[in-house]
Structures are given as structure tokens and as C-alpha cells.
């Protein structure tokens, strides 16, 4: 039996970077802000006198730049942790991601990789209003080439660095600014993510409940309510948004004949989309009950906590969601 | 037996055939091209020989460069077979790029020739990340990146420069300023008309030479790669020519006077080159004579291993997008 | 001989227009001379020759607009002779296009016009995709299923209570020819069904319970004095009773006889469940029909001629799907008391424990008189507690009087 241990998800993020940094030499950390301030989250605070500027870099604000740059330094050799400091300026290099990260294997008919890692913290639930709240998941994970990876538990936080360095494609992992001083235990020798799975979260036979990211925690605690009035959810966490682990989710389906997706982003061509058509086109006959989706609204994210918490789904949205598809 | 300029007869007919292998090789393609031979966009180099010629031949087999779209001629000078680029322009699977990129894509890793990037300055970024791998790897290659006079617009450019300068690494950024950005000209899109004045706002030196003159611009061309070498500092070369033919193929060209276009007609590089060498005795008529029917020969050569080439399975269609080596 | 072709200078260049020829029939051309002036939607092209040779003849005149491909003009290569043109395969190209517009323009066929009459002929059913791939596994008519999903659709569930319906067939249409190979229900659906309808129940029905206690003396008395006149196969069980007087109990409280599909739908009828222990398990409840209209004697008739057949798995499929409420009793020497789950979609059920011996308080005095405890599960979204008790109370009075039965 391993130690559990108590870890916040943002020591749990930089035990994962400082492990990378303390195993392979080609490996920097470059971002706005990640040396001298420490991280505008503070995630790699301290991490600049261990290591040197050479291996944590600040850079200007120049997005386009520096993850340019990345894709480059990782063309010749590197291994490149790019953090963009939040998704919300993520469109300003999203040329160099599409353009380059994404398309440069494929365009050169499989001569170039491109093993650049690429974290962005996203997500609303600090009353940043519309420009900084942004859940932009979907939009990466439309495009072909890029693996695109959400931390959704203190576990991931700590091991998903380690796999996607070793990845050599690039990969785009989203974490979650309103979880970073959220508190859980994690096995001490939790071990790597993988990030080619998806993983069940808890097992159920009534419903299954697919999410990612913030969602997973929301979930878990609607499934936690929800067993106490008899129905037995089981929470999915999709883990890897493209290629997305389908196995996992149609299994799932398969048992519960119900499904219920939960996501932050905006609802209208979501990820929630794409597995809803995944089940439609590989489990229909599973069905017993139409797939439901909850999203977030679609309107730019208001200032005020209210509306903010409006926005997107919260447990009891969860809750209530599954007792309407079970006990209509 | 080196003249003043550093020639010998052996690197006098080398250079001289290449800059006419570039020339006759385009014209084919542009038939070709009528054809229906080769497709999507054709951007040809016919006029700026001189440049990608000049610069490369400056260059060791272990430096990287990094070109535009118009870059069949940069291929061509860094060795890449003229047969395989053909085919690669026939979409092809010989081709450089297993006929996937197509005339804007040619990339060769094992010559180092990173492509073939069409997204206007989207590879200065690029650039700046390779020779910031060399820096931290102690390789002691440089990285030569070509791009237009447009691309100076793009703030890709300005990011990109900032960094190279900030970070002190080894890349040549080579301005290839035709005077016209697709169809609208210099002085439409540029406050400083000048581009070798924007390297000196970040720091770096930089010099216009003309890009016409074969001798000048090996000459410019030495001395930037040896200071950017030594220094490990990036250096700006601002090379002014022009393009004799229009932008792509489906052009009609209503943006410059054709007295313009006649006007630095008569600077052409390869007949200016030819004269130089017939009168200091490097190459002699009946060598000329020569190298024309080498070159017929060799585009011969190419058209037929493109006319031969096959066409990948579709059954291959999904391939390259991600590595077929999931653990690099 | 060799075509001059309209060259294609884009992938959007699907034709252009000669403006005017730059070169008379008889000229020598090289390669790079301009041929001709071309308009396209990009403006004036000047077109280039790539072949030297001589201009033979005009195949186009200025003015003339022709698709990418079109021979524009006849050329003799240098160092030729006159020979008869070639045909260019892109010729041919442009040639074989033109019957495919042909066919196009054939659309809407009479068979597809056909096809959607025939599916607008086949009434819509509103079924989940796994309950009519388990029906059509089971040959289940889905016309007689009624709905408990979203909006009325057929579920899972609802299939599966079909089944077992039908399985207790004991000779539908396709058996008719030979009724002796009636199918028997087999065992494993029913519990795959009794499972179904306990956990929708429990799922879905929020339960209210309560408990009577009724005095069984005059009930038993009365019993015996009948039953002494009788022939053994003709004696009354006390259960007919329990049937009998719950039957008369719900005239005064017939909004327990009903049953909930998104609301309360009381019955007319008033049709008993009463459940029946298979022997390897699981359970069956078929219907005795219109019990407040029959007499105890009925009833028992009923009675004996149900059980055997249930034990047997040969039930009709509306005898198992009637039930308008349900009597679950657990005879002799049983449990004291039953608390039972109600059987969707009705809203009760009433349980009779085993009729017992107790000190009970009779007329101020204490005595030991036989006694059988009573619950009601009443479902809470139909009706509540004061309902259920009023039924309790008519029914404690029907047992006083078996006469009245």
C-alpha cells in the first residue's frame, strides 16, 4: 500500500514541471512571468533559483514569439514547457500552433516532429469577466496533430507533464486556475498519467456522466449526492480531449445506456458535441434514454459571481440533470 | 586559383549552373503548371536568383534554413535533388515532402531545409527557436531564415526579432524585399520603407545589399554568416530584388507597370553573373554551351522521375498527423 | 500538329477570354513569346507560349470566351511536317463531362418517391434504440407497450415487462395452430423483470406506509361456518376475503385503485394483482378482474384456477398487465407483516401478514383473539396518508361484517 499524501493541485502541477526539469537536461520552462514573479499562479515559484534563467525562462509579451520559438527549439533538439500564462491570450499564437506545432509533421511528409508541450491555465471562477474566463478546450481540440490533454484531478496535475514530454508530438494541456489551491490526496507514488486514456473516476450503473476538467470534481460530488437517492452514476473523465479514448466512454455508455456530458465550454460545438455524436454513431442501439448535454451558456462570461456561477454547470445543475434523464 | 571575389572556375560554374538550373527549372514548372501538371499555388523565384544562391553557398551542410513559399530556388541551391522537388511539385510520393506539401511545403531534414512555410512570417518565430536550441545545445551551426519584405509587416516579425536579439542566439534573418507584398507595394505597406532599419530598434546589426548582384551578395552574405558565427548574435540582411514574373500564376499583374518590370529586367542576376564570369577568364563560351545542355538534360531528368512517381494509397491518407513512434 | 490550349492559371480558372492574339498564323514562336491576351476574372493575362514552332491556325477568334483546356490555336513544332491534329486527352476530358449534367438533371426517381410513402404508412413509435433492439431480439409487439420514458417513450424497462407478459401468453397469434407448445415463461426474465419494475419503483415512487391491525375473529367464524357446508374443493381461503373486502374498501377510496403516468389516472375497474411466489423464485401478479363485482365464491373460483396456471408459467399477457392495485398476503404460518413495493405504473399496494393469535383489548378486556396485521403502500405523488387511512379503516369494517361480502 502506497502513502496518500495532501497536495494542492498547484503543488502538484510544480512537483510535476520540477520533475521534468531534474530529468532530462533538454527540458526549459519558458513563459510570462514563470521566473522572477514565480508563476502568475505562482506554480513555479522558487523554481528560477533552483535551476537557472537558462532553464527557467521569462519571456516578453510576445505569445506568437515565444511559442514560435518553442516549436522551434523543439524542432532542433529541445524539449520545450511553453506556458502560455493563461488560454485567454492562447489565440494571439494559435498561428504557430495551427500553422506550425500541428501541421509541420504532416506537411513534410513525416520528417518533423514537433515535441513542444504547450500549458495554458483556463477556465472562469475568479469573476474575470469576459476576456479572462475563457474555456477555449474545444477550440484545440478541433485540430488534427495536436494531442490536447485537461488536468481534471490533483493525480493529473502531478503525472501528466512527465507523459507529454515524452510525447513527440505536440501537446496543448489545459489546467485549471480555481483549483489551484484546492486541497486532495494523491498516492505518493501516483505514478504518470496516460495520456492516451480516458479514465473512469468511479464506477456506476445507471448513468455515465462523461466530463473533464473542472467538471470531474463537480461530477464526482452530483454522483456522491445522487447515490444517496438511489441512482448510481459513473463519472468519466475524458483525460485526453483529442485524439479523444472513445473505448473508454462507449463501454460506459454501453452498460449505463444513458449518458449525461458536463463541460464548461460554450455548449454549441463543444467537446460534449463530439462525443454525443461518437455514441450516436457507435453505441445507438445502447440507448435507452436521449444524450443530454450541459454546457456552459452562451454568452460571454459576466463580472458578477452570480452570473458567473450562472454560466456554467454546477452539482446540482449535475444532479438534477440525471434524476430528470432517469425519472422523467 | 581564387579571383578577387574568392572564385575559382570549379565554384564559378557551380554557382553559375545553379542560378540557371533555378531559372530553367521554374519555367518548366510554370508550363507544367498550364498543364495541370502541378496545382494550387506556383510562386516563382524567376529574377531573385541571386539571393537564396548568394546566401547559401555561405552556408555549412549542418546550418538551418528556413524559407517562404517561393522557395523551389533555396532547395534547389541546398542540394535538394531537382527530380524529388519536381515530383513533390506533382504531389507525388517521391517527393521531398512524400508529395503531401506540395510547392509551397518542400522540406528536407537530412539537408537541414526546414521548408516551405506559407504562412506569411509564421517561421521567424521558428527561426529564433532553432537557434535558441543551438545556444543551449552548444551545437555551433547557425539558422538562415528567408522571408519577404511583407513578412516585416506581421508582428511575428517584431516578436521574433526581439527574442533572437534578447536571447542572443545565431540566426541570420535574410530579407528577400521584392518590393511587393503579393500586389501591393512597399511604399503602401510600410512607414519606414527601409527594412534594414528595423534591426537596428532591436539591437541588431543589419545591411541592405542588392539583391541582384551575385558578387555583392556573396560578399554581404560572408560576412553576415561569419559574424553571426562568431558572435552568436543575430544579424539582419536586407536584400532588395524583384521578381520578373507575377505572384502566383493567376496574376494579371495590375499592380506594376510593365515598363517597371522591364526596367529591372535588364539587371537580371544569371546573364550579369555570366558576362562576369566570361570576361575574368572563370568560365569559358563553349563551357556555357555545356551547362545549358547539362541543364536541359537535368530538368528532363526531373520532369520524367515526377511523370513517374506514384501516388501514395489513400489508404494512407490519415498518416503523419500524429508519429507512428508514440514514445519518442 | 499540336493544340494551343487555354492554359489553366489557377485552380479557380475555370475559362477565359481571348482579348486578342498577339501572333499571326505563319509566325514563328518561341518559348516565352506572349501568344495572346486573355481576360479572366482577375483582369487581362498575357498568355506565353512554352513550345517553339509555327502559328498554323486560328482555332478560336477574339472575342471568344472557352474553358481552361479548349484548343485555342494549331501549331506545327519546329522541324515537323503537316499532320493531322492529335486530340488532347483534356479535350476528351471536356467532352466526357458533359453526359454526367445529363443524368444530373434526371433527379427526384419514382422509387424514392415510393419509399417515402411506404415509411409515412408505418405509424412513429417513440422507443429508446436498446429497447427496440431487445424487442426485436424478443419479437416483442411494441403497438401494445406503453411508454414510462422521457415523454411517453418505451424503455428498457418497459420491453422487459412486455416480455414477460408475453412469454405468459398461452397461445398467441403465432402459436394458435398448435396451442400445445405454449411458450412458458422462462425463469430468468422474470426475475430480470421483477427486477426491473422493484427498482423503477423504488426509483421512482416515492412510498408512504401504513399499518392496521385487524381483528380476524368474526371474519374466521364466519369462515367456518361457510366452509363446514362445503366439499374441500370448494372451501373459501381466508385470502378471497382479503380480496374481496379490499375490493369493496376502495369504493370509498378509489383514488387508490389507479394508476401514474404523469399524473394520477383513476380506474374504473376495479382489477386485483395478487402476487404469486413461483417456487424457484420470482413472482407473477396476474389480475382477477372487476373483484368488487364478484362474489367470495367467484373469486376463489378464480383463485384455483389461476394459481396452478401461474405456478405452470402459462399467464395471458393482459392478466399480468391489468392490475389496477395489488394484494401481496403471505398466507400460513408466515412473516407477521408485510411492507410491500407498489408495482408501477399503480399507486398501491396492500400486504396481509399471517393471521396470528394476539392479547389484544376487546370490549375493555384483555383476549387472545386472531389477528392479521395490514399495510398500505400508497404512492405519495397520488395520494396521501389520510387516503390510506380511511381505506385501512373501510377495510377493517368489510372484514367485521363477511356477511355484507
Known amino acids: 500500500m502506497s502513502e496518500l499524501k495532501k497536495i494542492t493541485y498547484r503543488e502538484a502541477l510544480k512537483a510535476g514541471i520540477r520533475e521534468a526539469l531534474l530529468n532530462d537536461d533538454r527540458v526549459f520552462l519558458m513563459g510570462e512571468d514563470v521566473g522572477r514573479y514565480g508563476g502568475a499562479f505562482a506554480v513555479s515559484k522558487s523554481l528560477l533559483e533552483e535551476f537557472g534563467e537558462d532553464r527557467i525562462m521569462d519571456v516578453p509579451l510576445s505569445e506568437s514569439g515565444f511559442v514560435g520559438a518553442g516549436i522551434g527549439a523543439s524542432l532542433a533538439g529541445m524539449k520545450p514547457i511553453v506556458e502560455v500564462m493563461t488560454v485567454n491570450f492562447g489565440l494571439l499564437p494559435m498561428d504557430q500552433i495551427v500553422n506550425n506545432a500541428a501541421t509541420l509533421l504532416h506537411m513534410s511528409g513525416g520528417q518533423l516532429n514537433v515535441p513542444v508541450v504547450i500549458r495554458m491555465s483556463c477556465g472562469i471562477g475568479k469573476q474575470l469577466a469576459a476576456q479572462h474566463s475563457h474555456s477555449w478546450e474545444p477550440l484545440f481540440a478541433h485540430i488534427p496533430g495536436l494531442v490536447v490533454v485537461s488536468v481534471g484531478t490533483h493525480e493529473d496535475a502531478r503525472g501528466m507533464l512527465h507523459t507529454a514530454l515524452e510525447h513527440p508530438d505536440p501537446v496543448i494541456i489545459f489546467e485549471y486556475t480555481s483549483m489551484l489551491n484546492l486541497e486532495a490526496e494523491i498516492q505518493i507514488d501516483a505514478g504518470h498519467t496516460d495520456i492516451s486514456r480516458a479514465k473512469v473516476r468511479r464506477e456506476g450503473k445507471d448513468i455515465s456522466i462523461i466530463t473533464y476538467g473542472i467538471g470531474v470534481y463537480k461530477a464526482l460530488e452530483a454522483a456522491k449526492r445522487l447515490s444517496e437517492q438511489g441512482i448510481d452514476a459513473e463519472v468519466i473523465d475524458l483525460r485526453v480531449l483529442r485524439p479523444l479514448d472513445e473505448d473508454c466512454f462507449i463501454k460506459s455508455v454501453s452498460k449505463t445506456h444513458r449518458a449525461l456530458l458536463v463541460e464548461e465550454a460554450w455548449a454549441s460545438v463543444n467537446i460534449s458535441s463530439e462525443v454525443s455524436a461518437r455514441i450516436m454513431e457507435n453505441a445507438f442501439y445502447e440507448l435507452d434514454a436521449p444524450v443530454k448535454r450541459l454546457g456552459g451558456s452562451e454568452v460571454p462570461i459576466p463580472y458578477p459571481l452570480h452570473l458567473e456561477n450562472a454560466s456554467v454547470p454546477q452539482v446540482e445543475d449535475i444532479e438534477n440533470a440525471v434524476i430528470k434523464i432517469l425519472r422523467p | 586559383m581564387k579571383n578577387k571575389n574568392n572564385l575559382d572556375p570549379e565554384k564559378a560554374e557551380k554557382l553559375l549552373f545553379q542560378m540557371l538550373l533555378m531559372r530553367k527549372f521554374e519555367e518548366k514548372s510554370a508550363e507544367l ?23 547559401i553557398q555561405a552556408l555549412k551542410p549542418e546550418d538551418y534554413i528556413l524559407a517562404t513559399y517561393r522557395e523551389h530556388a533555396h532547395a534547389l541551391a541546398r542540394g535538394v535533388d531537382a527530380g524529388v522537388i519536381m515530383a513533390e511539385m506533382y504531389g507525388k510520393q517521391e517527393g521531398c515532402s512524400r508529395g503531401r506539401g506540395g510547392s509551397m511545403h518542400l522540406f528536407d531534414k537530412e539537408k537541414n531545409f526546414f521548408g516551405g512555410n506559407a504562412i506569411v512570417s509564421g517561421h521567424l518565430p521558428l527561426a529564433t527557436g532553432m537557434a535558441l536550441a543551438s545556444k543551449k545545445l552548444k551545437r555551433d551551426n547557425i539558422t538562415v531564415c528567408f522571408f519577404g519584405e511583407g513578412a516585416a509587416a506581421e508582428g511575428e516579425f517584431h516578436e521574433a526579432l526581439n527574442l533572437a536579439s534578447l536571447w542572443k542566439v545565431p540566426v541570420l534573418f535574410v530579407c528577400e524585399n521584392n518590393l511587393y507584398a503579393m500586389g501591393t507595394a512597399l511604399r503602401y505597406t510600410h512607414a519606414v520603407q527601409e527594412i534594414e532599419k528595423k534591426g537596428p530598434a532591436y539591437g541588431i546589426e543589419s545591411k541592405a545589399v542588392d539583391g541582384m548582384d551575385l558578387l555583392k551578395l556573396m560578399e554581404a552574405a560572408n560576412k553576415a554568416v561569419e559574424q553571426v558565427r562568431s558572435s552568436g548574435e543575430p544579424y539582419l540582411l536586407v536584400c532588395n530584388t ?53 541543364l536541359n538534360t537535368e530538368i528532363q531528368k526531373a520532369v520524367d522521375l515526377a511523370e513517374a512517381g506514384t501516388w501514395e494509397a489513400k489508404e494512407e491518407l490519415t498518416r503523419f498527423v500524429y508519429s507512428e513512434n508514440p514514445v519518442s | 500538329m499540336t493544340d494551343f490550349l487555354m492554359p489553366s492559371l489557377g485552380a479557380d480558372m475555370e475559362a477565359g ?33 512554352f513550345e517553339a514552332g509555327i502559328l498554323e491556325s486560328y482555332l478560336i477568334e477574339e472575342g471568344d470566351k472557352v474553358p481552361v483546356g479548349s484548343p485555342m490555336a494549331r501549331l506545327r513544332p519546329e522541324g515537323s511536317s503537316k499532320k493531322t491534329p492529335e486530340t488532347h486527352p483534356i479535350q476528351e476530358k471536356s467532352q466526357a463531362s458533359k453526359p454526367l449534367a445529363a443524368i444530373s438533371e434526371k433527379t427526384p426517381s419514382e422509387s424514392s418517391s415510393s419509399q417515402k410513402k411506404t415509411s409515412e404508412e408505418i405509424p412513429r413509435i417513440k422507443i429508446s434504440p436498446l429497447a427496440r433492439s431487445i424487442a426485436e431480439k424478443n419479437g416483442i409487439d411494441l403497438s401494445s407497450i406503453t411508454g414510462s420514458g422521457e415523454g411517453g417513450a418505451i424503455i428498457k424497462a418497459d420491453v422487459e415487462k412486455a416480455m414477460v407478459a408475453k412469454a405468459g401468453e398461452p397461445a398467441g397469434k403465432e402459436t394458435r395452430e398448435a396451442p400445445s407448445t405454449a411458450k412458458t415463461i422462462p425463469q430468468e426474465s422474470i426475475r430480470t423483470a421483477v427486477a426491473a419494475a422493484m427498482s423503477r419503483s423504488n426509483r421512482e415512487i416515492p412510498h408512504y406506509y401504513l399499518e392496521k391491525r385487524i381483528d380476524m375473529l368474526a371474519a374466521m367464524t364466519w369462515l367456518q361456518e361457510v366452509n363446514r357446508q362445503r366439499k374441500i374443493s370448494e372451501r373459501l381461503l381466508p385470502v378471497v376475503l382479503f380480496i374481496k373486502a379490499v375490493a369493496k374498501a376502495l369504493e370509498s377510496s378509489p383514488e387508490l385503485n389507479g394508476i401514474w403516468d404523469n399524473g394520477l389516472q383513476i380506474q374504473n375497474q376495479v382489477n386485483i394483482g395478487f402476487v404469486i411466489s413461483l417456487r424457484a423464485g420470482g413472482l407473477l401478479v396476474p389480475a382477477i378482474r372487476d373483484a368488487d363485482l364478484k362474489s367470495p365464491e367467484e373469486i376463489m373460483a378464480v383463485l384455483n384456477e389461476l394459481i396452478p396456471r401461474a405456478r405452470a408459467l402459462k399467464l395471458r399477457s393482459s392478466e399480468l398487465s391489468d392490475s389496477t392495485i395489488t394484494i401481496t398476503s403471505l398466507g400460513e404460518n408466515g412473516a407477521d407483516k408485510v411492507f410491500g413495493v407498489i408495482y408501477p405504473p399503480q399507486v398501491a399496494i396492500v400486504g396481509f401478514g399471517s393471521i396470528i393469535n394476539e392479547a389484544v383489548v376487546h370490549e375493555g378486556m384483555l383476549a387472545i383473539r386472531p389477528v392479521v396485521h395490514v399495510s398500505l403502500a400508497g404512492d405519495h405523488r397520488a395520494t396521501d396518508g389520510l387516503s390510506g387511512s380511511r381505506f385501512l379503516e373501510a377495510l377493517n369494517n368489510n372484514l367485521q361484517n363477511p356477511n355484507a361480502l
Not at chain 2, 33 to 55: C, D, P, Q, S
Not at chain 2, 260 to 267: M, T
Not at chain 2, 271 to 277: D, G, M, N, S, V
Open chain 2, 33 to 55: 503548371y498550364t498543364k495541370e501538371k502541378i496545382r494550387g499555388f506556383l510562386h516563382l523565384y524567376i529574377g531573385e536568383e541571386a539571393v537564396a544562391t548568394g546566401i
Open chain 2, 242 to 294: 524583384y521578381r520578373f514574373r507575377a505572384h502566383s500564376m493567376f496574376d494579371a499583374e495590375l499592380y506594376r507597370d510593365k515598363t517597371e518590370v522591364e526596367k529591372w529586367k535588364k539587371r537580371d542576376p544569371i546573364p550579369k553573373f555570366r558576362k562576369y564570369l566570361l570576361k575574368e577568364n572563370l568560365i569559358s563560351e563553349a563551357k556555357v554551351q555545356e551547362l545549358e545542355k547539362r
Open chain 3, 17 to 49: 477570354t481571348l482579348v486578342q492574339w498577339k501572333k499571326k498564323p505563319g509566325d514563328q514562336l518561341t518559348p516565352g513569346d506572349i501568344i495572346a491576351e486573355v481576360e479572366t476574372q482577375k483582369g487581362l493575362i498575357e498568355i506565353e507560349i
